[in-house]
């Protein structure tokens, strides 16, 4: 089973429809992380969690909200889907050295139209 | 300006060739830094970190120069397997944050 797994894989949806994605984790790690990928962007963070009671902004955060419901569970919502939020989201996970690797989650294929 | 600025490519090589990606990265206080891969729609996998003197596992070599802010990949004896994504990060300051490039794309050819 794989350790980071995310629901749905792939979602359509329309403009002005409330959408949330879910995260979970097997690895026991504290942090967690949602990440957007866009082409010729990167990977941008939009929200990251350092532990339960801990919820900071990433980079490109608005229009999003998260809930981290307990240590293997991190959501992400999309109060209002708008087109431009079209685009692959990863969640990640990682644990709490400098060096800690993130591992990802098989990624979230999001369409607004 | 990016914080971390990766060429996209495409890079397209033969099999068995050797292969050099750059990377640079404007904060001067990052702390740390790696390679990940990606494959096609797929999540990004570490690849490997990338250490102050250097590192080498298998076909793959890592540097880094702080003077310049630059981060190389180096392949070696490339397969057609190493086709995919590589995504320069930079881990800033203390928060825990990784910062990703854009991607160099690898192409390995028969």
């Known amino acids: 089973d794989a350790d980071v797994t995310q629901t749905p894989r792939n979602r359509i949806t329309k403009t002005g429809k409330r959408i949330m994605l879910e995260c979970s984790q097997t690895?026991?790690?504290?942090?967690m992380y949602w990440y957007r990928q866009d082409p010729g962007l990167g990977l941008r963070l939009i929200y990251y969690?350092?532990?339960?009671?801990?919820?900071n902004k990433g980079e490109i955060s608005d229009g999003y909200s998260v809930s981290r419901q307990a240590q293997a569970k991190f959501s992400l919502s999309l109060e209002s889907a708008i087109p431009n939020q079209t685009a692959l989201y990863f969640c990640?996970?990682?644990?709490?050295?400098?060096?800690?690797?993130?591992?990802f989650g098989p990624g979230t294929r999001l369409t607004v139209l | 300006r990016k914080e971390v600025e990766q060429d996209p490519g495409p890079f397209n090589v033969p099999e068995g060739a050797t292969v050099a990606f750059n990377c640079t990265y404007s904060?001067?206080?990052?702390?740390?830094f790696f390679w990940y891969r990606q494959d096609c729609r797929k999540e990004p996998k570490l690849l490997m970190s990338?250490?102050?003197s250097g590192n080498e596992d298998g076909r793959f070599t890592a540097q880094l120069n702080r003077a310049s802010q630059y981060i190389s990949l180096l392949i070696r004896d490339s397969k057609l397997s190493d086709s995919a994504t590589y995504l320069c990060?930079?881990?800033?300051?203390?928060?825990?944050?990784?910062?990703f490039g854009q991607g160099t794309t690898l192409q390995v050819k028969p």
């Open positions: 990640a996970t990682s644990g709490t050295g400098r060096a800690d690797e993130q591992f």
């Open positions: 990338v250490y102050s």
């Open positions: 969690s350092f532990d339960v009671k801990d919820i």
């Open positions: 904060n001067s206080a990052s702390q740390s």
């Open positions: 690895k026991g790690h504290d942090r």
């Open positions: 990060v930079v881990r800033s300051g203390n928060t825990g944050k990784l910062i």
